[in-house]
Each structure stands twice: as structure tokens, then as C-alpha cells.
């Protein structure tokens, strides 16, 4: 892709591209699907989530990325911690 390419931009745009969105999505539903079968608790899918927001912004700091990029990658793992802690709110 180039600097023209409007998937490019796109991508830009909303913080994750595609498949990464897919990928982040994905391991949600698997964390959910694994703590409603007792296979993980919530206590062990949080800090699964929380180290991969470290990460993340160790990894950001680094190579001198934007860290709290609207609609990217630690917005959505914060969303995926809030979503486990509300479900131990529910049980």
C-alpha cells in the first residue's frame, strides 16, 4: 500500500487496522467463552488483558508511537478489561 492508497488512511484513521481489530475481537470472545466454561477466572483473564496493555505501551514508548491513539489498540484492550470486570460484576 502507499501513502495514497485510501486503505492506508483508513487504517490510519481508526487506530487498528482491520485484522488486528479481528484479532483483538477474537481473543475477547475467547476470554469470555473460557471463563463461562470455568476453564479461566476472571481474576487470570484481567492480568492476561493488563499484560498485554504493558505491552503495548512498552512498546509504544520505545519506537515512539502514540500510546492513547483514539480508536487504537490500548482504548480497545482497556474495553476488553472493562468488559471482564462487568461480568464480575454480574456473577
Known amino acids: ?3 495514497s492508497d485510501p486503505k492506508t ?3 490510519v484513521t481508526q487506530g487498528v487496522e482491520p485484522h488486528g481489530r479481528a484479532a483483538l475481537l477474537l ?3 475467547l476470554l469470555h467463552s ?3 466454561r470455568s476453564i479461566l477466572d476472571h481474576h487470570d483473564a484481567s492480568e ?3 499484560c498485554a496493555i504493558d505491552v503495548h505501551l512498552e512498546h509504544c514508548l520505545e519506537n515512539g508511537l502514540e500510546v492513547n491513539e483514539p480508536g ?3 482504548m480497545l484492550l482497556d474495553q476488553i478489561l ?3 470486570q462487568i461480568d464480575v460484576g454480574r456473577s
Open 1 to 3: 500500500m502507499t501513502d
Open 9 to 11: 488512511h483508513a487504517s
Open 27 to 29: 481473543v475477547e470472545s
Open 34 to 36: 473460557m471463563i463461562g
Open 48 to 50: 492476561a488483558v493488563r
Open 72 to 74: 487504537g489498540t490500548a
Open 82 to 84: 472493562h468488559t471482564l
